[in-house]
């Protein structure tokens, strides 16, 4: 099956810092996302993104879906930035919506 | 209601007993999902309905049954827990074609 690499898998930084986290797959996809589970636990879904950019305040996802690789930038780093990023990809052969996870990038911002 | 409400929020469970994880959404979306979260191992797809009267199973479905006998509800049972199913459940939901996934906030298990 399609395999979903993130890079990396730990960043710690300081409050005011960017940051690029990376997305490699496998095969061809149908769609993408990025999703950011919080301190609490709670998933939220970011940016679906099968191709191209969006941004949405100080994040913003770009897809280079013939290169199989997505990145998720974070600008002006909060604490509340905390926590983990994953992606998951919806495999292009896939006819029911299933999406696959990597295992995610855990962000640390420092106050 | 707005989006998916997942109960109980947590859990400790006796091996051996039965146990139905509640999963309701509002939002009309004909998929829904349950994935199980473990350290180290990410999020793993265990069942999944595409719509109405249909399931399948995914990466992880031994030891766990669902229904979908209405559009709103997807419950996940456990018919005799065992220790290794100690984990964090996601319920998800989404509309083929749209904006991605909207999950719930989580039902924390504890099997003792």
């Known amino acids: 099956g399609i395999q979903v690499e993130q890079s990396p898998p730990d960043l710690i930084l300081q409050e005011g810092a960017n940051s690029t986290l990376r997305c490699n797959f496998s095969d061809s996809v149908n769609n993408l996302q990025w999703f950011h589970q919080n301190p609490w636990g709670q998933l939220i879904n970011l940016f679906y993104?099968?191709?191209g950019t969006k941004q949405n305040g100080r994040l913003s996802a770009t897809t280079v879906a013939t290169e199989r690789y997505s990145l998720l930038y974070i600008s002006s780093s909060q604490t509340t930035d905390s926590g983990v990023y994953f992606c998951?990809?919806?495999?292009?052969?896939?006819?029911?919506?299933?999406?696959?996870f990597g295992k995610g990038t855990r962000l640390h911002i420092l106050p | 209601i707005a989006g998916i409400t997942q109960a109980p929020t947590s859990q400790i469970l006796a091996a051996g007993r039965r146990m139905t994880l509640r999963c309701t959404q509002d939002?009309?979306?004909?998929?829904m999902y349950w994935y199980r979260q473990d350290l180290g191992l990410g999020l793993r797809l265990i069942h999944y309905s595409n719509t109405a009267g249909t399931t399948g199973k995914g990466e992880v479905p031994d030891g766990y049954s669902v229904s979908r006998a209405n559009t709103d509800d997807f419950p996940l049972t456990l018919a005799s827990a065992v220790p290794s199913q100690t984990s964090v459940y996601f319920c998800a939901s989404s509309h083929r074609g749209s904006y991605g996934y909207t999950f719930g906030s989580g039902t924390r298990l504890t099997v003792v």
């Open positions: 993104i099968p191709s």
């Open positions: 939002m009309r979306h004909n998929a």
């Open positions: 998951a990809v919806e495999p292009d052969m896939n006819r029911d919506d299933k999406i696959i």
